[in-house]
C-alpha cells in the first residue's frame, strides 16, 4: 500500500513526523557557492561531502525524513553544463544516495543509539518544479507561458523522476509546485510511468488561499485526491502565517496525509536574487507555530528555505515534547 511506512513513521514519531530544514540554506551556510543555475544540485559536482553533511545535521537536529539534493538538479540543467547523459543521471542518483548513505550512518552512530527521541529516517528524493528549472521566477509566479502544455510538462519530469525512483529512495518530494497544470501532468506521470515510491506533492502559495498561479488548492486536491500514488500533500516554502489556514482547508478537501514546511517568512526577490530581510519570525515561534500547525492536523512538519537545523531542533523538541538535549 502506498504510504504504509509513512504511517508507520508518522505513529512512531508520536502523530507528526518531523521533516527537515531548508537544504539550500544550511549548504550555503557551511560556505557552498550555490548562486548558480543549478542552485543547490551544482554541489553534487563540486561538493558532495557537504550534502551529506547537511542531511547528517538534521538528522542530528532530529529529522525524521530528510529531502535529497535533487531539487533543481535537472538532466537539461547538468548536459547545458557540459556533462554527458549518463554522468547527469548518475549525479540524480547520487543524490538519493548521499541521503541514504547519511540516514544508515547516522543510525548506526553512537549519538543515535544514545537518544530514544531518534527514528530511522525516511529519504525524500526531491523534484523540483519546472519553474524552479528556468530560475526566471516562474518558480512563484506559476507563470509558464501560453506555450506550455500538460505533455511538454510530464516530458520534462519523465526521465528524472524514472532515474530517481530507481535509486531506492523511500518517497519522491515534489516540491513547491506553483500550478495546476504541473500537478495534473505530475499525477498522470506517476500513472503512466507506473512510479512504486509512494509520493508527496506540494505546493507553494504567497497569499495562503491559492497557488502561486493564483489557482485554487481545491482543483489540485481533487486531482490528487485521485491518485493512489500520492499519499501526502501539502505546501512548502510559502510564509508560515498562512499554514494553519492552509491545513485548516486541506483537512476538508483531502484524507491525504498531510506536510507542511514553509520558509521563515523572508520574502525571495526572484529577480535580484536576494532574501528581502524582512523581519518577521524569530526561531522560536516558528517552533511554537508548529506544534499550531501538528493540532491542526499536519502529519509531517518541518521547514524550507532560511530554516535551519537549530530550527527543526526546536520542531522536534516542541512536537515530539521531550526535553533531552540532543
Ligand atoms: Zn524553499
Redesign the pocket.
Known sequence: MAGAAVEELVKKAGGCAVIDG?FATQLEALGADINDPLWSAACLITKPHLIKEVHMQYLEAGADVIISSSYQATIPGFLARGLLMEEAEGLLRTSVQLALEARDEFWKSALRKSKPVYNRALVAASVGSYGAYLADGSEYSGSYGDDITVEKLKDFHRRRLQVLASARPDLVAFE?IPNKMEAQALVELLEEEDIQVPSWICFSSVDGKHLCSGESFEDCLQIINASEKVAIVGV??TPPQFVEGIIRDFKKQTQKAIAVYP?SGEVWDGRAKRWLPVECFGRKSFDVMAKRWQEAGASLIGG??RTTPSTIRAVSKALKGRTGHY
Open positions: 531548508g513547491a512548502n516554502c520558509n524550507c528555505c
